[in-house]
């Protein structure tokens, strides 16, 4: 069909003005592709910096925080990340472990302190490691490990008979060991 078209061009028109014709129509042709393919893309918004999205390993304790899976992996960022490991031990239908995780998750100063210099975990089952038990395995219970893997049993409570127990009222107390467990890493070093 277009060498017949040119066929019958090419008897009324000289060569050069067919190339004329030619690159003309190329070029509007070579128009409507660029147009079509422009009007086609969706327009590239750049992304606003929005909180992060919530993760079922918070279990409610700090949804915009980030949560190692595992104790075993807990311990391989905080070495690698040279940050102490917070593990909260607790229970989803405990009374006492859930007053806690509201105080937890509503105390902005201790989100923003874990979020920036913690590896945190939250397990609702006990470690194979004793360690993590000095005094017994009850829940609520919240216990420092240094990256060199040693748990800082030194870092306790207010109660003498469950040494790792914190209540909604201990928050300051909780944040007072939160900055302990970071002024024993910055000794250490």
Same mark, same amino acid.
């Given at each position: 069909m277009l060498c017949h078209f040119l066929t019958v061009i090419s008897r009324n028109v000289s060569f050069f003005q067919l190339v004329k014709m030619l690159k003309g129509i190329l070029?509007?042709?070579?128009v409507l592709v660029?147009?079509?393919? +422009?009007?086609g893309k969706p327009e590239k918004t750049t992304p606003k910096k %929005?909180?992060?999205?919530?993760?079922?390993?918070?279990r409610g304790w700090g949804d915009?925080?980030?949560?190692?899976? $595992?104790?075993e992996?807990?311990? /391989?960022?905080?070495?690698?990340? @040279?940050k102490p490991l917070m593990v909260i031990f607790h229970l989803e239908d405990c009374p006492h472990s859930q007053s806690l995780k509201?105080? /937890?998750?509503?105390?902005k100063e201790i989100q923003k302190l874990a979020?920036? %210099? /913690?590896?945190?975990? @939250?397990?609702?089952?006990?470690?194979?490691?004793?360690?993590?038990s000095p005094d017994g395995q009850y829940v609520p219970?919240?216990? /420092?490990?240094?990256?060199?893997?040693?748990?800082? +049993?030194?870092? $306790?409570?207010?109660?003498?008979?469950?040494?790792? +127990?914190? %209540?909604?009222?201990d928050m300051k107390l909780l944040l007072s060991n939160m900055q302990r467990a970071l002024k024993f890493l910055k000794t250490e070093l």
């Open positions: 070029s509007v042709l070579l660029t147009l079509s393919s +422009a009007i %929005e909180k992060r999205i919530p993760q079922t390993l918070s915009q925080l980030i949560w190692a899976q $595992t104790y992996e807990a311990l /391989f960022w905080s070495r690698s990340k @040279n509201k105080a /937890f998750a509503e105390d979020d920036d %210099e /913690f590896v945190i975990l @939250n397990l609702v089952y006990e470690t194979t490691d004793k360690h993590l219970r919240i216990l /420092f490990v240094d990256p060199s893997m040693t748990v800082r +049993a030194d870092i $306790t409570g207010r109660y003498s008979n469950r040494l790792y +127990a914190y %209540e909604p009222a």
